[in-house]
Nanobody, 125 residues
């Protein structure tokens, strides 16, 4: 069955970096739109970055443009989110999710049917 398992979260100081990983199984990774989402306490889950089928396009939320980079390694069935210049407002639980086949990256929660359990990212001094 489809599984997504996030790792790499933790506590980091403002300005620091983290790389999140999402190990996947049960499907052909390259075929699907894959996304990273986050949810802070008391807030809605929001799309951070998503990558389309075949890596034809990528989406980044305005709040992370220029700081975060999404990528995938199909041979390792793993999706990554490199996060640089982290800010306290990046603090949240981060989830990866599997969407559907699309040539244009979409990043709305309704477009994703399978989710990981999440990994906590805390940015604080």
């Amino acid at each position: 069955q489809v599984q997504l398992v996030e790792s790499g979260g933790g506590l980091v100081q403002p300005g620091g970096s983290l790389r999140l990983s999402c190990a996947t199984s049960g499907f052909t990774l390259d075929y699907y739109n894959i996304g990273w989402f986050r949810q802070a306490p008391g807030k809605e889950r929001e799309g951070v970055s998503c990558i389309s089928s075949g890596d034809l396009s990528a989406y980044y939320a305005d709040s992370v443009k220029g700081r975060f980079t999404i990528s995938r390694d199909n041979a390792k069935n793993t999706v990554y989110l490199q996060m640089n210049s982290l800010k306290p407002e990046d603090t949240a639980v981060y989830y990866c999710a599997k969407g559907y086949f699309t040539k244009v990256a979409v990043c709305e929660t309704a477009d994703f049917g399978s989710w990981g359990q999440g990994t906590q990212v805390t940015v604080s001094s």
